[in-house]
């Protein structure tokens, strides 16, 4: 019988960063759940399978884990979304495009828009909460803003407003989006995402050199 080397041990770093996870993922379940004022750190501990204090070695409150779990779990999955779409695309087939691979994220884990909706509630009790979600949510559209400016002057367009509203109109229909299909994954197609971001796009920009004329 041929013996089998033992298991390679992990690293400090490694051990962290799986700890890490570990208290993500489980917050992530215990938010969706349950709510978040209604989750303690300590269940959360209790469910990942570790103490209390391992809570507070990786995060400093209950809003700061929720913040990583919005960011971590959810907004990387989200920007990463943009790497998957081929900039060199004709530019309503990105949309298109885009707007397929939202849905597949948002069907694939629907929890990441649970616990938004969790937090956004709780933000007007808790002014912690709130103020780290504007913190947060101001980083997120400056790097949609970036994304967004970079892949517009490569397809020939210009917008013919600030970027900002552009950015919040698609927020919104993704959040939209994400609310009406965490009800009925039929109320919204598919096909209809992206169509409703090329419409966005249609109506806040244009081609470079436009005349008007479509």
Request: aromatic fraction near 6%; charged fraction near 25%.
């Amino acid at each position: 019988m041929v013996s089998q080397p033992p298991p390679k041990r992990l690293s400090r770093t490694d051990r962290k960063q799986q700890t890490r996870r570990r208290l993500l993922e489980s917050a992530a379940e215990l938010f969706a759940a349950k709510g978040y004022a209604q989750t303690g750190l300590d269940e959360i501990a209790e469910k990942a399978g570790m103490t209390k204090g391992a809570v507070y070695s990786n995060f400093t409150s209950k809003a700061d884990l929720a913040l990583a779990v919005l960011d971590e779990l959810a907004l990387g999955p989200a920007l990463a979304i943009f790497s998957q779409v081929d900039a060199g695309e004709n530019f309503d087939d990105q949309h298109l495009h885009g707007g397929k691979l939202l849905v597949e994220a948002m069907d694939t884990s629907s929890l990441w828009f649970q616990v938004e909706l969790q937090c956004a509630l709780q933000a007007g009790r808790d002014e912690e909460l709130r103020s780290r979600l504007r913190v947060r949510d101001a980083a997120l559209r400056s790097t949609l803003a970036a994304s967004i400016a970079a892949r517009m002057e490569k397809a020939g367009w210009a917008p013919t407003v600030d970027l900002g509203v552009i950015v919040a109109a698609l927020l919104a229909v993704a959040s939209g989006i994400a609310l009406q299909r965490l009800k009925d994954p039929n109320s919204v197609p598919t096909e209809m995402a992206g169509q409703l971001i090329t419409a966005i796009y249609r109506h806040f920009a244009e081609p470079v050199g436009d005349t008007g004329e479509q």
